[in-house]
């Protein structure tokens, strides 16, 4: 399976009136692609729809899906529980709001590059229009009266404030790395951006669309964000990733990483308060979607990788919010069965969450289960499911995905494959797993950790791991599941499955490259010297994936290296892989060629010019 389509290809199909350049015509936001991604009109019936982010009409009656694998919105009506209309968007939505009224829905794409305006008319939808807003967006909210989205746009580390009216950006708005989960309180007046890899959210004052606070917090892979209805707080759901080698003790201690929801003060300057998700034995993963009921009274948090909704209750009694940092597990008191806190199985993927009006009833995207799910809170418990279609039977591919999100499988349920590389890319972290033959047990030291690599077209970049000693990348599912997630060995079968839905996983079109594809002049530049033999960048990273799957001694060994040599890493995409080399000591490019990995240390040759350099990374960014 490839994945499908540039977005472009659509207008033609939609008649849409804003498919050329954003409203600022900057060219940084083409689309450029090195192959097809032509996307069909119609969604085959045995499509799974994997919905991943979810909207409510403020009434409660309908609700629409993003749908991330069969590139489709669904309306859903919610009183006769079944899907009234469902349209091809764009390639792989992600993220989904909607009018108060009902009328207009917005949906980003999060391979398409652009955000679709969806015109609702009772039970069908039509496409108004679209306009490109930039790299990889996500999640995106309407203000009040429905006439300005902003989205959360990641690759590009923006957010994007578009004018619905005109389609038309008319901000952009530089954040944190990689923004993903976005919130607008209920006035308008305050947005909040969780920055899904430089451990801090933004907060945006909608008024002169400026920042006005970054908050470092205690979280990895931020995900869903919520705000109160009195605008006092806001809420996100995330990880924190601890470090210590991935042994069963350090694991079950949270030593390793957990879930957390953090809270932040949106009226004074108070420090983040965060709430440890995971119970000793039986932890919690994956923490994604957040939801606040609007009389304050139900905290929602959905966990993918154990398949749950958990939920707090406010009014009886204080949740144990810890202020400035973190515990490694869950308050006990939470634990004594006193109605604060309840666990509500779902199976599948629960991602996004929405309170109904009546603040007691949760909707629940759930990705793996191509559903809409229901759940009633009083009872704390699944009511009712609204079915999306789908296959009767997964593929051999969607097995393979369903055995990638589950936690279940590692000990005591702590993480999932998709924990450390999210959506099948990488989260930019590092861990001591004993894939590389050495772990460091003390803890203290913390070193022969390993950044988490990309999965993007693993299938063609053997061997694996850092240094390249697997050579079957069937084995090498067997070597994660048993020493990095210190779980059972999967059969054959699973193996197989899940090496199918590594083959899935490819690359977004690359905004690095001029619209029609081409090189900018200094990225050509950048092109000579990578193939020169000052920088002798071509000797090991060449062939359609820029890596010749040989192991080299290039400077960074330790004395303690079970496996001499490194694996020479792909370079496409590398944009987007920092930060870089086997333990990620260099935040940037520049950094990186500059110093560890310059061709003075790695080949021999002489040291780059800063010019040379900028034009080097100008071509790198395109691969």
């Known amino acids: ?205 909608t008024s002169d669309f400026q920042i006005t606070r970054t908050i470092p917090i205690d979280g990895d892979n931020l995900r869903q964000a919520a705000i109160d209805k009195e605008g006092k707080f806001a809420y996100i759901a995330g990880m924190k990733n601890r470090g210590f080698a991935t042994v069963s003790n350090h694991i079950d201690l949270g030593w390793v990483l957990g879930q957390r929801l953090t809270r932040v003060s949106l009226v004074d300057d108070s420090p983040f308060d965060t709430l440890s998700l995971d119970p000793r034995g039986k932890a919690t993963a994956d923490a994604h979607g957040v939801a606040i009921g609007g009389d304050g009274r139900l905290l929602a948090v959905s966990c993918g990788g154990t398949h749950e909704v958990l939920l707090f209750r406010t009014d009886l009694g204080e949740l144990p919010w810890r202020t400035g940092n973190s515990r490694d597990l869950i308050p006990q008191e939470l634990l004594k069965n006193d109605g604060r806190f309840r666990r509500v199985d779902l199976g599948g993927r629960p991602t996004e969450l929405a309170f109904a009006p009546d603040h007691k009833t949760l909707y629940v995207a759930n990705y ?112 994660s599941f048993t020493k990095s997630m210190r779980g059972p060995a999967p059969s054959a079968e699973e193996a197989k499955a899940v090496v199918a839905y590594l083959g899935t996983l490819d690359y977004p079109p690359n905004p690095n490259r001029e619209p029609d594809g081409s090189l900018s002049d200094a990225a050509k530049r950048g092109e000579s010297i990578f193939r020169s033999a000052k920088a002798a960048c071509a000797t090991c990273h060449k062939g359609p994936e820029f890596t010749d799957g040989k192991i ?50 790695v080949s021999g040759g002489e040291p780059l010019s800063d010019s040379e350099i900028a034009d080097l990374i100008a071509y790198l960014k395109t691969l």
């Not at 969806?118 to 496409?127: A, L, T, V, Y």
Request: with cysteine; charged share 25%; proline share 5%.
């Open 368 to 479: 793996l289960n191509n559903s809409i799910q229901i759940v009633d809170c009083e009872k704390a418990e699944l009511a009712r499911t609204i079915e999306l279609g789908g296959p009767s039977e997964p593929s051999l591919a969607r097995r393979g995905e369903i055995l990638f999100h589950e936690a279940r499988r590692s000990f005591n349920q702590w993480y999932s494959c998709n924990t450390c590389h999210s959506d099948g890319h990488t989260d930019g972290l590092d861990f001591d797993t004993l894939n590389d033959g050495y772990q460091d047990l003390s803890t203290a030291h913390l070193k022969s950790r390993k950044k988490v690599p990309t999965l993007r077209r693993v299938s063609f970049t053997a061997p694996w791991t850092w240094h390249g000693w697997q050579k079957s990348l069937e084995q090498a599912t067997v070597e």
């Open 1 to 205: 399976m490839r994945f499908l389509a540039i977005l472009t290809l659509l207008a033609p199909m939609f008649g849409s009136p804003s498919d050329s350049w954003a409203g600022d015509g900057k060219p940084r936001d083409a689309i450029a692609s090195d192959r097809d991604r032509s996307i069909p009109a119609i969604i085959p019936a045995e499509s799974d729809r994997s919905p991943i982010a979810l909207a409510l009409s403020a009434d409660g009656s309908k609700l629409v899906t993003a749908n991330q694998t069969s590139n489709s919105v669904a309306l859903v009506d919610l009183a006769a529980g079944r899907v009234l209309d469902e349209i091809v968007t764009g390639e792989k939505p992600a993220g989904i709001a909607i009018t108060r009224d009902g009328t207009i829905a917005v949906v980003t794409h999060w391979y398409g590059y652009d955000l679709a305006m969806i015109r609702i008319e009772g039970d069908r939808m039509k496409i108004a229009g679209r306009v490109k807003i930039g790299a990889e967006p996500r999640g995106v909210v309407l203000s009040p009266d429905g006439k300005t989205a902003y989205a959360a746009v990641g690759a590009a580390n923006e957010v994007v404030r578009v004018d619905l009216p005109t389609l038309a950006t008319t901000g952009r708005l530089t954040v944190g790395r990689e923004p993903r989960g976005i919130a607008i309180s209920a006035d308008g007046a305050t947005i909040l951006v969780g920055n899904s890899r430089s451990r801090n959210v933004s907060l945006i004052n």
């Open 552 to 601: 080299h001694i290039v400077g960074l060994e330790e004395s303690y290296d079970v496996y001499r040599g490194f694996n020479t890493p792909s370079l496409r995409g590398v944009y987007d892989k920092d930060p870089y080399l086997h333990d990620g000591r260099s935040a940037t490019l520049r950094e990186m060629l500059k110093g560890p990995h310059g061709p003075e240390t």
